[in-house]
T-cell receptor, first 111, second 114 residues
Framework: KNQVEQSPQSLIILEGKNCTLQCNYTVSPFSNLRWYKQDTGRGPVSLTIMTFSENTKSNGRYTATLDADTKQSSLHITASQLSDSASYICVVVPYGNKLVFGAGTILRVKS | GAVVSQHPSRVICKSGTSVKIECRSLDFQATTMFWYRQFPKQSLMLMAT?????????EQGVEKDKFLINHASLTLSTLTVTSAHPEDSSFYIC??????????FGPGTRLTVL
C-alpha cells in the first residue's frame, strides 16, 4: 500500500533557528516528490519538486533532499521566520496515479 | 502563472440546504480538476477527479449524489454539496492540472453547516 509518513507531527522552534522535517514513503515507483506549505485556512503552496533521480532541491531558505534508496526525504528550513509557521506536507506522485499525501508536520515558530 | 481560485472562501449554511463551490483556473486551461476535503489537523483527502466534459470519478466512500461535480469548461469546475449536514462541515480544496501533471491548488473553501 502506498504510504507517506511524516515526522515529527508538530514542532516548535525559536525564530532564527533551523529545523528539519522528515518524510518516509513506500510509494514505488514514483514520478516525483513534492513538499508543500499550507498556511492555516489556505490551500497548499508548492515549495520544491524533485524527480526520483534528484538528490536535493533548494528554494530560498527551504532545501529538500531525497534518498531513493532509503525512501526518505527531508525538508530543511534555515533561519526560520515567524511566517514559516504552517503545516508542511510531503506528497509523493506515483506514475499516472493519484497523489499520496503525508499527514503533514505542523511547525510553529516563536519569537 | 498557474493560479487557481475558489469562491466563496467561506460559507455558512443551514442544515438541509445546498451549497455550490466554484474552482477556476485563471491563467491556464485545466484539463483535469480535483476536489479534496480536509478535516482539522488531517491531510487532504481526494474526493473526486473530473475531466472537462465528462463525468467525475469519485473515490470510494464519496457519495456522488451528495457531492455533485460539474466540469463544464476548461477553466471552471463546481462542487455542489446537496442537503448539507453538520458532518459535511470541512475545508474543501480544489486543484487543477494543465499540460503537465503538476497540480496547482486553490486557496480552499471553509464550509460550516449549522
Amino acid at each position: 500500500k502506498n504510504q507517506v509518513e511524516q515526522s515529527p507531527q508538530s514542532l516548535i522552534i525559536l525564530e532564527g533557528k533551523n529545523c528539519t522535517l522528515q518524510c518516509n514513503y513506500t510509494v514505488s515507483p514514483f514520478s516525483n516528490l513534492r513538499w508543500y506549505k499550507q498556511d492555516t485556512g489556505r490551500g497548499p503552496v508548492s515549495l520544491t519538486i524533485m524527480t526520483f533521480s534528484e538528490n536535493t532541491k533548494s528554494n530560498g531558505r527551504y532545501t529538500a533532499t531525497l534518498d531513493a534508496d532509503t525512501k526518505q526525504s527531508s525538508l530543511h528550513i534555515t533561519a526560520s521566520q515567524l511566517s514559516d509557521s504552517a503545516s508542511y506536507i510531503c506528497v509523493v506522485v506515483p506514475y499516472g496515479n493519484k497523489l499520496v499525501f503525508g499527514a503533514g508536520t505542523i511547525l510553529r515558530v516563536k519569537s | 502563472g498557474a493560479v487557481v481560485s475558489q469562491h466563496p472562501s467561506r460559507v455558512i449554511c443551514k442544515s438541509g440546504t445546498s451549497v455550490k463551490i466554484e474552482c477556476r483556473s485563471l491563467d491556464f486551461q485545466a484539463t483535469t480538476m480535483f476536489w479534496y476535503r480536509q478535516f482539522p489537523k488531517q491531510s487532504l483527502m481526494l474526493m473526486a477527479t473530473s475531466n472537462e466534459g465528462s463525468k467525475a470519478t469519485y473515490e470510494q466512500g464519496v457519495e456522488k449524489d451528495k457531492f455533485l461535480i460539474n466540469h463544464a469548461s476548461l477553466t471552471l469546475s463546481t462542487l455542489t454539496v446537496t442537503s448539507a449536514h453538520p458532518e459535511d462541515s470541512s475545508f474543501y480544496i480544489c486543484s487543477a492540472t494543465g499540460r503537465t501533471d503538476t497540480q496547482y491548488f486553490g486557496p480552499g473553501t471553509r464550509l460550516t453547516v449549522l
